[in-house]
């Protein structure tokens, strides 16, 4: 969906709220907390608002950060809990302000007969295909319940390999694995701006941004929230991989009274990010991001021509370089002549054998390696270009 000269923004924006039947709600630690740890006023208001929309036939989803800083305020009052910043640490902590997070969800949305359900996931729950599909479907009856569900990473067992680093990234994953038609992304920033407002007070809000694809996210934002891990550099990297799904994205401030109720009630406040025009196939989303790649693949110009203007799979032919002693399967990072990242891929060899044929003709790797082997290095279905990473 793009805005063009015969439509606005706003009509563009009324219709996306008008269609929208399932909802996925992210939640950052700067909206839910304080400096007295977990804010349960603003736990109170973002039920009330959610119960408003689900009562209108919604399903809702929510990400939601909030888990540590409840754990910090715990331990304030236990002898001997130290948060020295260590994994072991963080996770404890997290583990002491999960149950506190959740308990404070159940309690607000029992108040409007609203039953929650709390999921935890970690990336090897996207990983594994079959746990990845086990999930879905869990989920899926809880909706048809009309359960809300609660979601947030599995700080206490996720080791370091195996984090999103942030929710922002879980919510971008969550949004395929319920097959979301809307993302709102509540944050402590008032939508996104021309620049970084922090170092540029003169920056542009921006109501709309249209082709996000086109953005370069790394020159508009810079530094994070005191309190999250994320801040606006991965809100923007969400909501790009949303709009590769084709599911627009809504940036506001959870910290505005009614910020959400106001959003859905065709508010002008934060940003509308617009869906691509051709979504990316869900299977292919999840080869893409269910894992980081493993190694990178460098290519000369001509492959590059080939990959992103005629569709081809990659050969061994254009590959000029290696990184990694990857394994065969592997999800690994495709950079053109010049270190752009150009897409992403599972190979079909090794890093070692492909080291061994790389800029050989296809007919050559029987020679090399002997006969049977695959034509193409990295075949374009197992292919995304343009990847979100």
């Known amino acids: 969906m793009h805005v063009d000269d015969t439509s606005d923004w706003r009509d563009a924006k009324r219709r996306i709220l008008e269609n929208c039947e399932r909802v996925v709600i992210k939640v950052g630690s700067a909206v839910l907390t304080s400096d007295r740890g977990l804010d349960l006023r603003v736990v109170n208001r973002l039920a009330d608002q959610i119960a408003v929309l689900h009562d209108k036939g ?28 260590s994994l072991p640490a963080r996770q404890a902590v997290s583990a002491i302000g999960q149950s506190r997070l959740m308990h404070e969800y159940d309690e607000a949305f029992f108040r409007y007969g609203k039953t929650t359900a709390q999921i935890l996931l970690t990336r090897a729950d996207f990983e594994d295909r079959a746990r990845f599909l086990n999930a879905r479907n869990t989920l899926r009856t809880l909706l048809d319940w009309r359960v809300i569900p609660i979601i947030n990473e599995n700080d206490t067992v996720a080791v370091a390999e195996l984090k999103f680093g942030d929710n922002d990234t879980l919510a971008s994953m969550v949004l395929s694995l ?110 893409a991001y269910h894992t980081r790649p493993a190694g990178q693949v460098w290519i000369d110009q001509g492959a590059a021509t080939a990959l992103r203007d005629r569709g081809k799979s990659l050969l061994a032919a254009g590959v000029t370089r290696v990184e990694n002693d990857f394994n065969e399967g592997s999800l690994v990072r ?23 044929i790389m800029g050989l003709k296809t007919d050559d790797i029987a020679r090399v390696l002997g006969p049977g082997l695959y034509a193409e290095v990295i075949h374009r279905d197992n292919m995304l270009l343009d990847p979100a990473l």
């Open 58 to 85: 919604m399903e809702v989803v929510i990400v939601t950060s909030g888990a540590v800083a409840a754990g910090r305020r715990a331990i304030m009052h236990c002898k001997g809990c130290r948060d020295e910043g």
């Open 178 to 287: 319920v097959e979301a038609d809307l993302f709102v992304n509540l944050t402590s920033a008032k939508g996104v701006f021309s620049e970084n407002p922090e170092k540029n007070p003169a920056a542009k809000p921006l109501p709309v941004i249209e082709h996000i694809a086109d953005l370069d996210i790394e020159a508009m934002c810079s530094g994070k929230t005191a309190v999250g891990s994320g801040g606006m550099y991965s809100k923007l990297l969400a909501a790009r991989r949303a709009a590769q799904l084709a599911v627009p994205t809504l940036i506001v401030s959870g910290l505005t009274p009614f910020a959400l109720e106001k959003a859905f009630e065709d508010d002008e406040s934060g940003t509308l990010v617009l869906p691509a025009e051709h979504a990316v196939s869900r299977r292919k989303f999840w080869l």
């Open 334 to 356: 495709i950079l053109d002549f010049q270190g752009q990242t150009i897409g992403v891929g599972l190979s079909n060899y090794s890093g070692k054998d492909l080291q061994t």
